[in-house]
């Protein structure tokens, strides 16, 4: 070993060293290996000499600095290296070069590396430009110490001869750095193994080359981004970009971060508004000496980011971000206004394999199949991503991933109501080919659209809607037909409300619409309608569903409908039809998702529509200058708001009920702030009725698109909205209603009444047509299974009851998988020829299933869990089958078959799981069997670390 003491030391600056100072002292350099004989080695030098340094340019070579009294410290000690050759050193004229040890400190094309950090020496690599100046050079060192004085060391000289055998620069090893980078995307639940990154958002890559490091000046690096199977510049599925920053007009970005010998670390980002998908990334390396060479760096998927103000979908709220983006499961809201119950699901956006699933899912749809190259070249508009998403999630126009099937019957599949997550479907998808899976319905739909969506990085909410209007005919208006017995007539109704429906909102910003209408946006995935041709929906701007903007892209005239519809009762008796009420108020009731970071549901019914203020009454009755209000508290399980059963969470709410006799509202100051918020929800009713009206052909925000079409869509329908509403005058002043007297549990006899209240001063003589139905959540009526007739007397301002029962007998075999009963009650009274309807629907509810988990969830670790279930039918079920899953807990969903369960059996079973992500988590939980299908359940696990 060579050894060369520093000699000649000289001091640049010298400042007063107290005594504090003198025990802190600066970094110095005692001694300088610069290991000659193994440098002449590797530089083919040897024979000219083993005692001095002779090196190449263009190839590294190494040396040690041994320190004094301690060791390098980076942050706290800057290191810059010297190397100057000539009577005159010039940096201008290259015999002078100065560079620091970080790699990055100016443009000089010498490079300093770090290659061993030890307690009291440094390890250094050094390498000299391939264009610099041969001859003797003297090597020399500053050193800036945050603690002492700056110093400086000339450490010895050495030799710089030309080099023949240095080639063109070749890259040997690429790091994607996928791990890391992926934790700072926020893709890290994806994979850690490959590329996931959000667009608008760096990341770094290392490039390891064979035998020298990279010279800038000398070499000249361009990267190449290429997407979809026909790449194109001026499409902007290809990007070539050069390291610079400066080479061309492309708005991918490409900076160094650090150069060493023989590695260069990169950092590499794509413009916000890049196509998502997946990417090839490439590089030319041009050098000085040696030929161009091109390589294929590897692979990676591209995504939205929410976290990006640059992007489309950004969303300034990080608890939203955190709900609607990274959150893996949530609840879907079921059942009636009456009783909305939360169905647990698991979206799954981060499990193995479904970012590839959801991007062979674009690949599968007819945009991609009929022009690739646009269709990928499109792929960076969010609004064009959730229409493709939209028409592939249902496969009426292709082999979309879910049938629907509302028809009760499911041999050939799955029941809608047995599914608890979207993970199974996906899969299930993939692994049969891209073939539909059989069955969804409007929940499921939505479900698995919002996995995609959130996977893809585009925030996602799952909504219902209660009473949704299904207006086919365009005219906001939904018709409902009865017979004499009050009896829904199925063959006769084009229109339909549905008593629960559920869509998407996705939020991102909408250039193509005048400002302001950006935000949240309905995507509704349930084909219902055809938009372009395909059975898509959306995205419709809320606030232009709101405000009646019915002219605005995409499908907005449907998705107000579904919220703001007319609903109009018409009874069909020998022949001909007659108007018993024109309802204004039914449809879009209780508009619900499930609220941020938390269990709770959380009503949006306000950014939809005008909401009426909640009136201000006490208990009783009263009248006043004419006119009548009553007011009542209902039971919870029979409110027409959202009801509460034992063992499950939900909210209670009551109902006011107010009767006008043709008075001003003004009249009754309790209700006068109800009818203006109700005549101003009117007015936009009257808006978007005139633009669909006036705008037949398109306006300038709408285009086909915003047409809708089905193939039960009538021409010349008679019914409209110039059809006036019944004046108060023209209804019978009787008011009926139904009323449970008992929670309607699952297996139980139906006890309810019929409450008449006479409003008038005359006597009335009543008489009331009853019956009781099934009814599927769509709207569609099962035959009926119950009828009774009633004869009532009223004198003037009495109320009666009229006690009625329906049999699990009877009710029991007619039974749809919703557990939905509709009871109706058509009257009439003898001195008048109006009729007056009241009907209620009934969800049947069962008792949900138990889980326990046994003991603290670790990562790696055992986990038991218990579940608790039982049969609450008083006859045995059989074909018990209980499934389970849950994101980061189950690697697939267990199924486990139980076989019989007696009449009111409660059983349980105990399985184990090895939980493999960290972090707030879900179990979700179906029982099915031969008698019903959703029993649900669910419990939430927090993970630990374990560290």
């Not at 760096?202 to 026909?230: C, W």
């Not at 390589?295 to 980011?305: A, D, H, R, S």
């Not at 996977?455 to 909504?463: A, K």
Request: some cysteine; hydrophobic content about 35%; proline content about 6%.
């Amino acid at each position: 070993m060579y050894l060369q003491k520093c000699a000649g030391k000289k001091v640049i600056e010298e400042e007063e060293v107290g005594e504090e100072g003198k025990r802190n002292v600066g970094l110095e350099v005692a001694l300088t290996d610069l290991q000659s004989s193994r440098n002449n080695v590797r530089h083919r030098t040897e024979e000219i000499s083993v005692d001095r340094l002779v090196v190449r340019r263009g190839q590294a070579f190494s040396i040690t600095l041994y320190f004094k009294n301690r060791g390098f410290q980076p942050g706290m000690d800057s290191i810059t290296f010297v190397t100057e050759t000539g009577p005159l050193p010039d940096l201008a004229k290259g015999t002078r070069a100065v560079f620091s040890l970080t790699g990055s400190g100016g443009p000089s094309p010498w490079i300093a590396s770090l290659e061993a950090n030890r307690a009291t020496s440094l390890d250094v690599s050094l390498c000299a430009p391939p264009m610099a100046a041969v001859g003797r050079y003297l090597l020399k060192i500053r050193i800036d110490s945050y603690q002492g004085p700056v110093t400086a060391y000339q450490l010895g000289e050495f030799i710089l001869l030309f080099n023949p055998w240095c080639p063109g620069l070749e890259v040997a090893l690429t790091d994607l750095q996928s791990s890391r980078n992926n934790v700072r995307h926020r893709t890290e639940e994806i994979s850690v193994d490959r590329l996931v990154v959000r667009r608008g958002q760096a990341f770094s890559i290392t490039l390891y080359f064979k035998n020298r490091g990279f010279q800038p000046g000398m070499d000249s690096i361009t990267f190449v981004t290429e997407t979809g199977p026909l790449p194109d510049l001026a499409k902007g599925t290809r990007a070539v970009f050069s390291l610079t920053g400066s080479g061309g007009p492309s708005p991918w970005i490409a900076s160094l971060e650090a150069n060493r010998a023989t590695s260069l670390d990169v950092s590499l980002c794509a413009p916000p508004m890049a196509a998502v998908g997946r990417y090839l990334l490439k590089i030319r390396i041009d050098s000085y000496q040696g030929p161009v060479t091109a390589y294929q760096l590897g692979e990676f998927i591209l995504l939205f980011n929410p976290w990006c103000p640059g992007d489309a979908v950004y969303l300034e709220s990080e608890p939203q971000r955190q709900e609607y983006v990274m959150n893996d499961y949530g609840f879907i809201y079921q059942g009636s206004k009456s009783w909305i119950r939360p169905c647990p699901w698991n979206y799954g956006q981060f499990e193995e394999n479904v970012i590839d699933i959801c991007l062979e899912l674009l690949e599968k749809s007819l945009n991609f199949q009929i022009e690739p190259s646009t269709d990928c070249a499109l792929r960076g508009s969010p609004v064009y991503i959730s229409r493709v998403v939209c028409a592939m999630i249902n496969s009426n126009d292709d082999n979309g991933v879910l049938n629907g099937n509302w028809s009760e019957n499911y041999v050939d599949g799955v029941n809608p109501a047995e599914w608890t997550g979207s993970v199974a479907i996906l899969k299930q998808w993939h692994a049969m080919g891209c073939q539909p899976v059989r069955y969804g319905q409007c929940w499921v739909f939505a479900a698995v659209m919002c996995t995609v969506m959130r996977c893809l990085g585009i925030p996602t909410r799952v909504i219902t809607n209660f009473d949704s209007g299904h207006d086919t005919d365009r005219n906001l208006i939904i018709d409902e037909y009865y017979d004499n017995t009050g009896r829904i007539l199925e063959n006769m109704k084009k229109d339909t409300v549905w008593n629960f429906h559920v869509w998407d909102e996705c939020w991102m910003a909408r250039k193509d619409l005048p400002p302001g209408y950006g935000g949240w946006q309905v995507l509704d995935a349930t084909p219902q309608e055809t938009s372009n041709g395909l059975y898509c929906c959306g995205p419709a701007s809320v606030k232009a569903i709101k405000e009646g903007e019915v002219d605005l892209n995409y499908d907005t005239p449907f998705a107000f409908s579904m919220v703001n519809a007319d609903c109009m009762s018409w009874l069909v008796y020998g022949g001909k039809e007659q108007k018993l009420h024109q309802d204004t108020a039914t449809v879009g009731n209780f508009i619900s998702t499930k609220s941020i970071q938390s269990d709770e549901r959380d009503e949006v019914t306000e950014s939809y529509k005008v909401q009426l203020p909640k009136l201000e009454a006490k208990e009783g009755t009263r009248k006043d200058k004419g006119i009548w209000c009553k007011s009542t508290r209902l039971r919870d399980w029979d409110a027409e708001g959202v009801g509460s059963v034992k063992g499950t969470q939900h909210h209670g709410l009551g109902i006011w009920e107010v009767f006008l006799r043709g008075q001003e509202p003004g009249a009754c100051p309790s209700i006068s702030k109800h009818i203006r918020g109700s005549l101003q929800e009117r007015q936009v009713f009257l808006k978007a009725l005139q633009k669909l009206k006036a705008g037949r052909s398109p306006g300038p925000h709408q285009g086909d698109s915003n047409s809708f079409s089905s193939t039960s869509r009538r021409q010349n329908s008679p019914r409209s909205l110039d059809t006036p509403s019944l004046r108060p005058s023209d209804v019978i002043q009787v008011s009926l209603k139904f009323e449970l007297l008992d929670p309607p549990n699952m297996g139980q006899d139906i006890n309810f009444v019929l409450l008449a209240v006479n409003l008038s001063p005359q006597f009335k003589d009543l008489k009331l047509n009853l019956s009781a139905q099934s009814l599927l959540h769509d709207g569609s009526p099962l035959a009926p299974f119950w009828q009774d007739v009633a004869f009532i007397t009223l004198f003037p301002e009495e109320e009666k009851t009229y006690p009625c029962k329906i049999l699990y007998s009877q009710y029991s075999q007619y039974l749809s998988t919703d557990k939905l009963i509709r009871i109706s009650a058509l009257g009439e009274e003898k001195s008048s020829p109006e009729k007056i309807l009241v009907n209620k629907i009934i969800t049947l509810t069962f008792p949900g299933i138990m889980i326990n988990v046994l003991g603290a969830a670790l990562v790696n670790q055992p986990l038991t869990v218990q579940v608790v279930f039982s049969n609450p039918l008083s006859e045995p079920v059989e074909d018990c089958v209980l499934t389970l899953e849950g994101s980061g807990l189950f690697k697939k969903q267990q199924r486990v078959l139980i076989g019989v369960l007696k009449p009111h059996h409660k059983a349980s079973i105990t399985l184990k799981t090895v939980p493999f992500k960290s972090g707030q988590r879900q179990i979700q939980a179906n029982l099915r069997s031969n008698k019903f299908k959703d029993i649900k359940g669910y419990k939430n696990v927090y993970v630990d670390t374990g560290v």
